[in-house]
């Protein structure tokens, strides 16, 4: 079982930035696919980023030059920043660890709420 805490949501002005974080609790995080989705009110959940453990990373069409995903394995964080919000970048944010190999085995973090706002 992987436990993922992310932090860093908040209200932001238009055009402003954020950084959200994911701390994983395993030994084995570098074995695991980490991504960012996110799910606005009415919406599907759609995927915002993702990075797997060699360091390759993928972006939604919506958010690519905005946002940047990184981690970290010595410190088992995956980190998402986020620069030039716009209102339609608002939803509930979740981490998510997909296992490299076994790809039905997910974890998902309890979500952190960004609103782009002014």
């Known amino acids: 079982q992987v436990q993922l805490v992310e932090s860093g949501g908040g209200l932001v002005q238009p055009g402003g930035s954020l950084s959200l974080s994911c701390a994983a609790s395993?030994?084995?995080?570098?074995?695991?696919?980490m991504n960012w989705y996110r799910q606005a009110p009415g919406k599907q959940r759609e995927l915002v980023a993702g990075i797997n453990s060699g360091g390759v990373t993928n972006y939604a069409d919506s958010v690519k030059d905005r946002f940047t995903i990184s981690r970290d394995n010595a410190q088992n964080q995956v980190v998402l920043q986020m620069n030039s919000l716009k209102p339609e970048d608002t939803a509930v944010y979740y981490c998510n660890a997909q296992h490299s190999i076994a790809r039905q085995i997910n974890y998902w973090g309890q979500g952190t709420q960004v609103t782009v706002s002014s």
């Open positions: 395993t030994r084995l995080f570098n074995i695991y696919t």
